[in-house]
C-alpha cells in the first residue's frame, strides 16, 4: 500500500511544465579514504572520488544515471525506496530484478520521480555498499507539507577497516558457528568524524535523518531542542514532538528543529549506537557519536548533557501518515519465521521458515516475464528462492516471528507497507492477543523487529513485479535472510517489457536472460541453485545404511556365540581322550 497524495490542477500543471531530465554519469571505481581518520583503506567511489555526490531531484523529474562499472568485479544499484511501478528492472538488487553489471560494462538507470521525501542509493551486490557506495537521494516537493527555512542532509552509518569481501569471509565461516557479525570501527556523522552544524537563532531547519549502515542501528537526539518528527522513509506524518528517534539500517527520518533565540549556549547533536547489536564491545570504538551544533562559535559553552541513548522511548509505531489511511482486513498471509541455524555446509544462516534464500541463475524478474501460465508456478522461480506469488491487488498480510536474540530491520522493495502490530514472542494466530494499530497507521518501508518478538505488516499488492523483501542488515542478508515476492505474473506480463540493455547485462555475464531458475523452459529445474538446508535431525539413508549393516554384524556375532555355545566344540575332545584311555 502506498500513501496518496493529491495536489490542485493548476499545481499539477506547473510541476509538469517544471518537470526536469536530471542526469549523472558515475564511473563506480576503487579510490582511497581515511573518513574516521583512523585508517586509509580502498573504498568503492564515483569517478574516482569518495564520497558519491548526493542526488537532487524534484517530483516529476526523470533521473537518468549512466553507470560504468570500472571495477575488478560486477555491481548493481538500487534506489532505495523507490516504487519503480513499471520500471521493475530498474530496482537494482542482483539477480531478482537484474543481472549485475559486468566489469568494463555500461548500464543507464532512468525513472520517473513520481515520490518526495527523503532515500538513498547504494548498491546491491555482496556487501559493497559497505566499502562506500551509498549517497543520500532527496526528492524534493512542490509544495512540501511542511514550512522550514533550510533543509540539512545528514547521513549516519557504521564504519569498517576491512573490505566487505573480507569481513564476508569471517562472517560466513564454519569458524564462526554463533554467527558473530564483524563489529565496525566507527560510526560517522556526515562523512565524518568532525562534523558540526550552525544554526541561526529562530530559523526552522529541516533535518533529513539518513541511516546508511550496513549494521547498526543510531538513536538520535539534540540537547536541549525538541525534535519534531514530519517524515519517515518518504511518508509525511502528522508533526509530532518528541526529544529523541532512532533509525535503524536503512530507516530514514526528517525532524523539524526550531533554533533559540539566543547565542550564548551551544549545543551537541548526538547519534548513539545501540550496542546490544555487537557480540563484542572493542575498547576503541567510539560508539556515541557526537557534533557540536553552533550558534556562536567564539565561545565553548554547551549545554549540558541530555543524551538517554538507548534508554529511548521513542516508538514509530505511534505515528501517523498526513495523508490518512485505515488498515483493511487482509486477503492474503504471509507467514515468515526468523530464525538463525547452522546449515549443510557448516555455517550459520539467516533464514524464514528454516531455509535460507539462494539466488537463482535467472533474475527472479526475468522469469515472471519469460515463463507464461508457469509464472504462477512458484517452483519455477528456484527451490530456494523463498518465492512467494502474489494475486493483483490483494491485500497482504505478513507475519514476522523473529527467534533470534537480535533485531533485524526489513526492507520492502516497491512499497510502503502499514505497520499494524507489533510485540513480545511469537505471534500464534490468535488475533484477540494482538494490540492492532488499525486507524492510520504508519507507513514506511524498512521495520524493525525487536528480539524474540513479532511484526504485522500489511501492504496492497498493486506493483506488478518481482519485490525483494530482506533484512537489511548487510551481514544478514547475504546469510540468507530474504524472500521475494512475486506480485501479479499475468499483469506484469501485459504491462511490463524488459528492456535490451538489460537482456544485454545478462549476455554480458553469460547468465540467462529468461526461463525459470535453472535457466530452461518449463519446469525442470534441474542444476538450478540449491543445497543450504537445516543438518538432517535423524537419520539420513546413508545413515540407515550403516545403522543396518551394524546391526546385522551384531546378530551375526551373537549368534556365533550362541552357536559356539550350543554347539560345545570341546565334546569332541574329551570324546577322543576317552577312547584312547580305553
Given at each position: 500500500?502506498?500513501?496518496?497524495?493529491?495536489?490542485?490542477?493548476?499545481?499539477?500543471?506547473?510541476?509538469?511544465?517544471?518537470?526536469?531530465?536530471?542526469?549523472?554519469?558515475?564511473?563506480?571505481?576503487?579510490?582511497?579514504?581515511?573518513?574516521?581518520?583512523?585508517?586509509?583503506?580502498?573504498?568503492?567511489?564515483?569517478?574516482?572520488?569518495?564520497?558519491?555526490?548526493?542526488?537532487?531531484?524534484?517530483?516529476?523529474?526523470?533521473?537518468?544515471?549512466?553507470?560504468?562499472?570500472?571495477?575488478?568485479?560486477?555491481?548493481?544499484?538500487?534506489?532505495?525506496?523507490?516504487?519503480?511501478?513499471?520500471?521493475?528492472?530498474?530496482?537494482?538488487?542482483?539477480?531478482?530484478?537484474?543481472?549485475?553489471?559486468?566489469?568494463?560494462?555500461?548500464?543507464?538507470?532512468?525513472?520517473?520521480?513520481?515520490?518526495?521525501?527523503?532515500?538513498?542509493?547504494?548498491?546491491?551486490?555482496?556487501?559493497?555498499?559497505?566499502?562506500?557506495?551509498?549517497?543520500?537521494?532527496?526528492?524534493?516537493?512542490?509544495?512540501?507539507?511542511?514550512?522550514?527555512?533550510?533543509?540539512?542532509?545528514?547521513?549516519?552509518?557504521?564504519?569498517?577497516?576491512?573490505?566487505?569481501?573480507?569481513?564476508?569471509?569471517?562472517?560466513?565461516?564454519?569458524?564462526?558457528?554463533?554467527?558473530?557479525?564483524?563489529?565496525?570501527?566507527?560510526?560517522?556523522?556526515?562523512?565524518?568524524?568532525n562534523a558540526s552544524f550552525n544554526f541561526q537563532p529562530g530559523k526552522t531547519y529541516r533535518l533529513r535523518l539518513i541511516n546508511m549502515s550496513g549494521f547498526s542501528m543510531f538513536y538520535v537526539s539534540i540537547d536541549g531542542h525538541d525534535l519534531d518528527v514530519i517524515e519517515v522513509d518518504g511518508v509525511d506524518t502528522i508533526r509530532e514532538t518528541v526529544k529523541n528517534v532512532y533509525l535503524?539500517?536503512?530507516?530514514?527520518?526528517?525532524?523539524?528543529?526550531?533554533?533559540?533565540?539566543?547565542?550564548?549556549?551551544?549545543?551537541?547533536?548526538?547519534?548513539?549506537?545501540?550496542?546490544?547489536?555487537?557480540?563484542?564491545?572493542?575498547?576503541?570504538?567510539?560508539?556515541?557519536?557526537?557534533?557540536?551544533?553552533?550558534?556562536?562559535?567564539?565561545?565553548?559553552?554547551?549545554?549540558?548533557?541530555?543524551?538517554?541513548?538507548?534508554?529511548?522511548?521513542?516508538?514509530?509505531?505511534?505515528?501517523?501518515?498526513?495523508?490518512?489511511?485505515?488498515?483493511?482486513?487482509?486477503?492474503?498471509?504471509?507467514?515468515?519465521?526468523?530464525?538463525?541455524?547452522?546449515?549443510?555446509?557448516?555455517?550459520?544462516?539467516?533464514?524464514?521458515?528454516?531455509?535460507?534464500?539462494?539466488?537463482?541463475?535467472?533474475?527472479?524478474?526475468?522469469?515472471?516475464?519469460?515463463?507464461?501460465?508457469?509464472?504462477?508456478?512458484?517452483?519455477?522461480?528456484?527451490?530456494?528462492?523463498?518465492?512467494?506469488?502474489?494475486?493483483?491487488?490483494?491485500?497482504?498480510?505478513?507475519?514476522?516471528?523473529?527467534?533470534?536474540?537480535?533485531?533485524?530491520?526489513?526492507h520492502l522493495h516497491g512499497h510502503v507497507f502499514q505497520i499494524v502490530a507489533r510485540g513480545d514472542g511469537v505471534f500464534d494466530g490468535n488475533r484477540s492477543n494482538v494490540q492492532w494499530h488499525s486507524d492510520n497507521p504508519i507507513q514506511r518501508d524498512v521495520v524493525q523487529v525487536p528480539a524474540e518478538s513479532f511484526a504485522i505488516i500489511r501492504f496492497r499488492a498493486d506493483n506488478p513485479?518481482?519485490?525483494?523483501?530482506?533484512?537489511?542488515?548487510?551481514?544478514?542478508?547475504?546469510?540468507?535472510?530474504?524472500?521475494?515476492?512475486?506480485?501479479?505474473?499475468?499483469?506484469?506480463?501485459?504491462?511490463?517489457?524488459?528492456?535490451?540493455?538489460?537482456?544485454?547485462?545478462?549476455?554480458?555475464?553469460?547468465?540467462?536472460?529468461?526461463?525459470?531458475?535453472?535457466?530452461?523452459?518449463?519446469?525442470?529445474?534441474?542444476?538450478?541453485?540449491?543445497?543450504?538446508?537445516?543438518?538432517?535431525?535423524?537419520?539420513?539413508?546413508?545413515?540407515?545404511?550403516?545403522?543396518?549393516?551394524?546391526?546385522?554384524?551384531?546378530?551375526?556375532?551373537?549368534?556365533?556365540?550362541?552357536?559356539?555355545?550350543?554347539?560345545?566344540?570341546?565334546?569332541?575332545?574329551?570324546?577322543?581322550?576317552?577312547?584312547?584311555?580305553?
Amino acid at each position: 500500500m502506498r500513501s496518496l497524495f493529491f495536489v490542485p490542477l493548476a499545481l499539477a500543471a506547473a510541476s509538469v511544465a517544471n518537470a526536469a531530465i536530471v542526469e549523472h554519469w558515475w564511473n563506480i571505481t576503487y579510490t582511497t579514504a581515511n573518513p574516521d581518520g583512523l585508517f586509509e583503506r580502498r573504498v568503492i567511489g564515483v569517478n574516482g572520488t569518495w564520497p558519491p555526490p548526493v542526488v537532487d531531484v524534484t517530483v516529476n523529474d526523470t533521473l537518468r544515471i549512466h553507470t560504468y562499472n570500472g571495477l575488478d568485479e560486477p555491481t548493481a544499484l538500487h534506489a532505495h525506496g523507490m516504487f519503480q511501478n513499471g520500471t521493475g528492472w530498474m530496482d537494482g538488487p542482483s539477480m531478482v530484478t537484474q543481472c549485475p553489471i559486468q566489469p568494463g560494462h555500461n548500464l543507464t538507470y532512468e525513472f520517473k520521480i513520481t515520490q518526495h521525501g527523503s532515500y538513498w542509493i547504494h548498491a546491491h551486490f555482496m556487501g559493497q555498499y559497505m566499502d562506500g557506495l551509498r549517497t543520500p537521494f532527496i526528492l524534493h516537493n512542490s509544495p512540501e507539507a511542511y514550512a522550514y527555512d533550510e533543509e540539512i542532509v545528514v547521513p549516519l552509518y557504521d564504519w569498517y577497516h576491512d573490505q566487505s569481501a573480507v569481513n564476508l569471509d569471517t562472517f560466513l565461516n564454519i569458524k564462526n558457528p554463533t554467527g558473530a557479525e564483524p563489529v565496525p570501527q566507527s560510526g560517522l556523522i556526515m562523512d565524518s568524524p568532525n562534523a558540526s552544524f550552525n544554526f541561526q537563532p529562530g530559523k526552522t531547519y529541516r533535518l533529513r535523518l539518513i541511516n546508511m549502515s550496513g549494521f547498526s542501528m543510531f538513536y538520535v537526539s539534540i540537547d536541549g531542542h525538541d525534535l519534531d518528527v514530519i517524515e519517515v522513509d518518504g511518508v509525511d506524518t502528522i508533526r509530532e514532538t518528541v526529544k529523541n528517534v532512532y533509525l535503524t539500517a536503512a530507516q530514514r527520518v526528517s525532524v523539524l528543529v526550531t533554533a533559540k533565540n539566543t547565542t550564548d549556549t551551544n549545543y551537541y547533536f548526538r547519534a548513539d549506537m545501540d550496542t546490544d547489536m555487537f557480540d563484542v564491545l572493542p575498547e576503541d570504538l567510539e560508539y556515541n557519536l557526537v557534533a557540536p551544533v553552533y550558534y556562536d562559535k567564539s565561545h565553548d559553552r554547551f549545554a549540558p548533557s541530555e543524551d538517554v541513548g538507548m534508554e529511548s522511548d521513542f516508538d514509530d509505531i505511534t505515528l501517523r501518515c498526513l495523508e490518512p489511511a485505515s488498515a483493511v482486513e487482509p486477503d492474503h498471509q504471509v507467514n515468515l519465521t526468523i530464525d538463525f541455524q547452522v546449515t549443510t555446509d557448516g555455517i550459520n544462516r539467516g533464514m524464514f521458515n528454516e531455509l535460507p534464500y539462494v539466488a537463482p541463475k535467472v533474475p527472479s524478474l526475468n522469469t515472471m516475464l519469460s515463463m507464461g501460465n508457469l509464472s504462477y508456478e512458484e517452483t519455477v522461480y528456484g527451490p530456494q528462492t523463498q518465492a512467494y506469488v502474489l494475486n493483483h491487488l490483494d491485500m497482504v498480510e505478513i507475519i514476522l516471528n523473529n527467534l533470534d536474540a537480535g533485531a533485524h530491520p526489513f526492507h520492502l522493495h516497491g512499497h510502503v507497507f502499514q505497520i499494524v502490530a507489533r510485540g513480545d514472542g511469537v505471534f500464534d494466530g490468535n488475533r484477540s492477543n494482538v494490540q492492532w494499530h488499525s486507524d492510520n497507521p504508519i507507513q514506511r518501508d524498512v521495520v524493525q523487529v525487536p528480539a524474540e518478538s513479532f511484526a504485522i505488516i500489511r501492504f496492497r499488492a498493486d506493483n506488478p513485479g518481482a519485490w525483494f523483501f530482506h533484512c537489511h542488515i548487510e551481514w544478514h542478508l547475504e546469510s540468507g535472510l530474504a524472500a521475494v515476492f512475486i506480485e501479479a505474473p499475468d499483469v506484469a506480463q501485459q504491462r511490463l517489457e524488459l528492456p535490451q540493455s538489460f537482456i544485454d547485462a545478462c549476455d554480458a555475464g553469460n547468465i540467462p536472460a529468461t526461463g525459470n531458475a535453472a535457466g530452461k523452459d518449463g519446469l525442470d529445474l534441474k542444476g538450478a541453485p540449491k543445497g543450504l538446508t537445516l543438518i538432517y535431525d535423524g537419520f539420513t539413508a546413508k545413515g540407515k545404511g550403516a545403522m543396518a549393516a551394524c546391526i546385522l554384524a551384531a546378530l551375526i556375532g551373537i549368534g556365533s556365540i550362541v552357536w559356539y555355545a550350543i554347539a560345545d566344540p570341546e565334546k569332541k575332545a574329551r570324546e577322543i581322550r576317552a577312547a584312547k584311555a580305553q
